[in-house]
């Protein structure tokens, strides 16, 4: 049953008290119609609880801003821009990056530029910017709750080369302070064929902030270069903005708990209010965390993935790149929750 402002709402009162659930929750259809990203289109989501999100139609049905109770939970850059302006080469994706709440990296490449059989690949790879199509919205009741989804297929393919179909649902509640994507990628072509998978979840101030912290169960936490070992004591806590920062990024192992899943989050004890990551460990067995505290550039990204950031060529060498073979299908299972208040604190385990 919804809990919403303070009490639980059967069905039938909801109905009596309301002309359209529209007016308490629901899914409204956009188009951007100004600036870089005109024409962009978008899903925003509403759920009743203060809790907001963004879909972008247009960019993998990637989540844009969201936020609760008016607090932005997302790190935002004004570099957002259609796929029509993707630069695939080098590090050109940063040029349409505009962080959010989720991006999606992959569908054969995650991490820095690289060269492997032959191929070029850019920073994180093409799917960000491919355009979702047959996309579906669902706002129904499933007994004692209503349901609202959006589901959508993005499609990588190219000539000669791999032919991956992802299909992603965005699912959750009313009333509810989380949502839950699942997603679906098949090999529809013929060739067994790379797959590299990260999710990009960017958080930006209030969640980060000099009163926050990341709490997670790691089996092991690595840094990548020698600027991230020089902050590796401190790479749970975060400072103030500083310019000239220099990234720092750290590859966790993390602890599963009793039913295959991880979680990572970030908590403002000032603020009593954060957010947390959850994912199934079968297969994101890394965690890459990107901890950013440049002047104007803050932001932590909690990164679930299937490959640790060692180059596609060097995988493959080894025998580590995973391959997807044709027909095989792989799910991927990522969660966001909002955490606010005392009680959210004490209660948090990292190991759920």
Not at 23 to 30: D, F, K, T
Not at 302 to 331: C, D, F, K, V, Y
Request: hydrophobic share 35%; charged share 20%.
């Amino acid at each position: 049953m919804p809990q919403l402002f303070g009490r639980a709402y059967a069905r039938g009162d909801l109905q009596r008290l309301t002309s359209t659930l529209s007016q308490v929750a629901g899914v409204r259809m956009l188009e951007r119609a100004d600036g870089k990203a005109r024409g962009l289109r978008q899903a925003d989501v509403y759920t009743g609880s203060g809790f907001r999100f963004e879909v972008l139609l247009d960019r993998a049905m990637d989540i844009g801003a969201a936020e609760f109770g008016g607090r932005p939970l997302a790190w935002l850059h004004p570099a957002l821009g259609p796929p029509a302006q993707f630069e695939p080469q080098g590090r050109g994706w940063l040029r349409t990056f505009g962080g959010g709440l989720i991006t999606t990296c992959g569908l054969t490449h995650i991490g820095q530029p690289d060269s492997d059989a032959g191929e070029e690949f850019g920073l994180h790879g093409r799917i960000s910017h491919i355009p979702a199509d047959h996309v579906q919205v669902s706002e129904a009741w499933s007994g004692d709750e209503y349901v609202i989804s959006i589901s959508g297929q993005m499609r990588q393919a190219v000539l000669f080369g791999e032919n991956l179909l992802l299909t992603r649902t965005i699912s959750t509640q009313l009333g509810a302070n989380q949502f839950t994507l699942k997603d679906v990628v098949r090999n529809e072509g013929y060739r067994s064929t790379p797959h590299m998978m990260l999710y990009h979840c960017n958080f930006g101030f209030p969640v980060v902030s000099p009163d926050s912290a990341l709490l997670i169960e790691d089996e092991s936490v690595e840094a990548r270069d020698e600027a991230a070992r020089q902050g590796l004591s401190e790479h749970t806590q975060f400072g103030q903005p500083m310019p000239d920062f220099a990234e720092q990024v750290y590859i966790h192992r993390p602890q599963a708990s009793a039913d295959g899943f991880a979680r990572a989050t970030i908590f403002n004890r000032a603020l009593n209010f954060g957010a947390s990551v959850r994912y199934r460990l079968r297969e994101l067995p890394y965690l890459w965390q990107w901890k950013m505290m440049g002047a104007g550039e803050y932001v932590c990204g909690l990164e679930p993935t299937n490959h640790p950031p060692t180059p596609h060529s060097q995988l493959r060498a080894q025998g580590n790149l995973r391959m997807i073979e044709p027909s095989e299908e792989i799910e991927y299972w990522v969660e966001i929750d909002v955490l606010e208040g005392e009680d959210e604190y004490s209660s948090i385990d990292v190991s759920r």
